[in-house]
């Protein structure tokens, strides 16, 4: 069965300072990875996407994630946070194949807060 | 395009109450899911739908049903409800091909 790991609950980083927020998979073949961004009270917003190709991959709000097949891992970063960025950040994994549903396993989330 | 809509947004419910929690999509997506949201617990998948008509569990399926008659809507239904189903309840919605799913603005519950 698939799972995700985001060992860290919170982190806390001031504002300007670079950031990087982890993500492990575990999954029987490469899966499609996400990054979701959630602020208080709000849904969940895409951040960004793997799906095949370069492993370095760009989204939106300055962010980016790098796919490494050999640790299992889809690390965010990004290299000056904002103080807007605050807000909780979650991985998924889902199949490649289509069919099923298509269906998103996702971490526990990681909550970000900005110290200005 | 409004995307991806759910109401209410909030509602207390009483135990043993029911009541049915709305979405709708417009990008006229064949896949539709209902997750719920626990503090520190992510999101939990508590069913899905792969086109009108049809229909499947997720991982927390208890005490819950659902029901999709049509692309856009896909409602979900509480009948008996329990302090366990206090949560946050996000509806999303992807196509086949894109596997990106978009998610509503979530309607939060309490059960009392």
């Known amino acids: 069965a698939q799972s995700v790991t985001q060992p860290d609950i919170h982190i806390t980083v001031s504002e300007g300072a670079s950031l990087e927020l982890r993500c492990n998979y575990s999954?029987?073949?490469?899966?499609?990875l996400f990054w979701y961004v959630q602020s208080p009270g709000q849904g969940l917003q895409l951040l960004l996407k793997?799906?095949?190709?370069?492993?370095l991959v760009q989204g939106i709000k300055g962010f980016e994630a790098e796919f490494k097949r050999s640790q299992s891992s889809f690390n965010l970063r990004k290299p000056s946070v904002h103080w807007s960025d605050a807000a909780e950040y979650f991985c998924a994994v889902g199949p490649i194949l289509t069919g099923g549903g298509n269906k998103l396993t996702f971490g526990t989330g990681t909550q970000l807060k900005v110290e200005l | 395009n409004a995307g991806v809509t759910q109401t209410p947004k909030f509602r207390i419910l009483k135990i043993g109450q029911s009541m049915t929690l709305q979405c709708t999509q417009d990008?006229?997506?064949?896949?539709m899911y209902w997750y719920r949201q626990d503090p520190g617990m992510g999101l939990k998948l508590i069913y899905y739908s792969v086109g009108a008509g049809i229909t499947d569990k997720g991982e927390v399926p208890n005490g819950y049903n659902v029901s999709r008659s049509t692309t856009e809507d896909f409602p979900l239904r509480l009948e008996l409800a329990a302090p366990s189903q206090t949560s946050v309840y996000f509806c999303a919605s992807s196509s086949p091909t894109t596997k990106t799913q978009y998610f509503g603005p979530g309607t939060r519950l309490l059960v009392l």
């Open positions: 793997y799906f095949s190709g370069d492993t």
């Open positions: 990008m006229n997506h064949n896949y």
């Open positions: 999954y029987g073949a490469t899966p499609y």
